[in-house]
Nanobody
Framework: QVQLVESGGGLVQAGGSLRLSCAISGSIFTINVMGWYRQAPGKQRELVAS???????NYADSVKGRFTISRDNAKNTVYLQMNNLKPDDTAVYYCNLRSTYRPGYDHWGQGTQVTVSS
């Protein structure tokens, strides 16, 4: 069993910053991809950023230069530093853990709300 618990969401003004954290526990496959996704009302869930166990990162074009994903393997935690936030960043942010070597290994957190006011 794998559990992912997000924290750090909240209300912030445009131009502000937030740092999301996702603590992962349970059976963690060594070779994995940790990611952050978001879903705004009426929209599909989309990838925000991901980081592999080899620390290769990938970002959505809309957040490049503003968001930074990182991971602490000793703490089994993934972070998302969000700077220069915009109202369009308002969404529920979800943490994800998956492995390309194990198709069924795909786990989600419960989500944390990020609201950016203009």
């Amino acid at each position: 069993q794998v559990q992912l618990v997000e924290s750090g969401g909240g209300l912030v003004q445009a131009g502000g910053s937030l740092r999301l954290s996702c603590a992962i526990s349970g059976s963690i496959f060594t070779i994995n991809v940790m990611g952050w996704y978001r879903q705004a009302p009426g929209k599909q869930r989309e990838l925000v950023a991901s980081i592999t166990s080899g620390v290769y990162t990938n970002y959505a074009d809309s957040v490049k230069g503003r968001f930074t994903i990182s991971r602490d393997n000793a703490k089994n935690t993934v972070y998302l530093q969000m700077n220069n936030l915009k109202p369009d960043d308002t969404a529920v942010y979800y943490c994800n853990l998956r492995s390309t070597y194990r198709p069924g290994y795909d786990h989600w957190g419960q989500g944390t709300q990020v609201t950016v006011s203009s």
